[in-house]
């Protein structure tokens, strides 16, 4: 599947829509991976002011890397915004071209990566006008897509951003079975959404199983109940088939786009990761079936309250859990939630991961985990510190499709770091200082205002 191809692709965009103007001639067609691809191509090159991505050598705090080691104290070199040395503080190369910054009593760690959020499509302030997360117009919308709705000037990205958080997905709401496509974002200003896109980050697609679909579409034609739910998945999932192999078999005279069945194709051909809004384990397992039947991989469960009950069978089809410390109760399906949820999970040999699906959770989701993690051993199941700490970083970031590129400190790796002042599984800690891709984009000591929404409302002393 040909990617999202970044900026500076106009030749290539060109080089596409010449393709369907010789296709129209009866010369080589355009694949649907071309067709695809032409649609993300992107208007504005980059986030705007981004700072530049300066050499940075961290040292003498404590270090901690998501991937297994822990160093104390430790060093990280950031340069042209990769992670190029990680260990013990006082050995690796000399970086004469680094700004040095002492961390000592610090700690520091992976950004964080919030899985689950509907910042900028449910931004603040909360006005009808802003309201443009569900398209609760049919219960199958699987050709809208969260970036089309997305506002940039949202206050949350930088408040998000205030409690360590360097990437986020931004998905669609789950009033419907199939919501539409969401988006991974780096948390930097921009005027349009497509900038603020991780490069190369796959296409995510949401789901939703349960109570929410019936409860919205149940008075207005259906589904009205979990039989519909289900049959309302086969039928969407039947009807790309028939597309997708079209466009397959067919190349010479492909059937005519379609943006519901594009997103659909592309969970069948295992391009787009499939991330489903599901709270009880019996629900899971039916919608598990189904994917099996047409031979899709869901990626993660979210919410999954109840994923402690079937944990053996997530660890085993490799699906993830993103799910709260404690949000449960909240309605029938909620019931049944236990606060060692994610440690359950881990113990079995799954991926737990820690999200808000809040713009105020979000802002301190190293606490969530580190509520979440106390929880599960208090309960007598043994995760470590590691573990805990790769709920909101390494698993967060497999759940993506990004975790050869973030997610852990480890060489090679986009440089996303956090400074804390205390241990960010406590109560206490607070982000001093976070770096996306080295580029230092919060310091505590120098605040700044991004969105235009907010400038000119700063309160003076």
């Known amino acids: ?82 992670i190029a040395w990680v260990g013990p503080a006082g050995e690796g190369p000399t970086c004469d071209a680094c700004t040095r910054v002492d961390t000592t009593d610090r700690v520091v760690t992976p950004g964080i990566i919030d899985v689950h959020s509907h910042l900028g499509v449910y931004p603040s302030p909360r006005f009808d006008a802003h309201d443009d997360g569900n398209e609760a117009t049919a219960p199958t919308t699987p050709g809208v897509w969260a970036e089309s709705g997305l506002w940039p000037q949202d206050p949350g990205f930088q408040r998000a951003v205030a409690g360590g958080i360097t990437t986020l997905q931004i998905l669609p709401g789950s009033a ?43 008075d207005r034609g259906g589904p009205s ?10 039928q969407a999932f039947a009807r790309a088939e028939v597309y997708d192999d079209a466009w397959r078999d067919h190349p010479d005279d492909p059937p005519p786009r379609d943006p519901d069945l594009d997103t659909l194709a592309g969970i069948l051909r295992g391009d787009f ?31 999954a309250l109840e994923a402690y009950k ?28 236990v606060l060692s949820n994610a440690a359950m999970v881990a113990t079995a040999g799954g991926r737990a991961v820690i999200h808000s699906d809040s713009e105020i959770g979000i802002q301190r989701l190293n606490q969530e985990a580190a509520k979440a993690w106390y929880d599960g051993v208090d309960a007598g199941f043994a995760v470590s510190e590691d573990e805990a700490l790769r709920w909101i970083t390494a698993n967060a970031a497999w759940v993506l ?36 891709d080295g580029r230092l984009v919060f310091d505590v000591d120098q605040p700044t205002v991004w969105s235009d929404f907010e400038r000119g409302q700063e309160v003076s002393p």
């Open 1 to 82: 599947m040909t990617r999202w191809r970044g900026a500076g692709r106009i030749p290539w965009l060109l080089g596409v829509l010449a393709g369907c103007a010789a296709h129209a001639t009866g010369e080589a067609p355009v694949t649907w991976a071309d067709a695809e691809a032409a649609s993300r191509a992107p208007i504005e090159a980059a986030p705007l002011d981004a700072p530049g991505r300066d050499a940075w050598d961290l040292v003498g705090g404590t270090v901690l890397t998501a991937s297994g080691s822990r160093f104390a104290p430790g060093r990280v070199v950031i340069t042209d915004g990769r």
């Open 176 to 218: 419907n079975l199939i919501g539409g496509r969401g988006v991974v974002v780096r948390p930097l200003p921009a005027r349009g959404a497509r900038a603020m896109r991780f490069p190369g980050a796959p296409e995510t697609v949401k789901m939703a199983c349960g109570e929410n679909p019936k409860r919205v579409y149940g």
């Open 225 to 234: 109940t979990r039989m519909g739910n289900v049959r309302g998945y086969r």
């Open 273 to 303: 990761l499939l991330q489903v809004h599901c709270y009880r384990a019996d629900d899971m397992l039916a919608f598990l079936q189904v994917a099996q039947e047409f031979g899709v991989h869901v990626r993660a469960f979210h919410h």
């Open 310 to 337: 079937i944990r053996d069978v997530l660890a085993e089809h490799d699906v993830a859990v993103a799910t709260w410390s404690d949000w449960w109760g909240f309605k029938a399906e909620a019931y049944d939630g």
């Open 401 to 436: 499709g990004i975790d050869d590129q973030t997610g852990t400190l480890d060489v090679g790796k986009r440089a996303d770091v956090v400074i804390w002042d205390a241990d960010p599984l406590s109560i206490r800690a607070k982000a001093l200082q976070v770096r996306i």
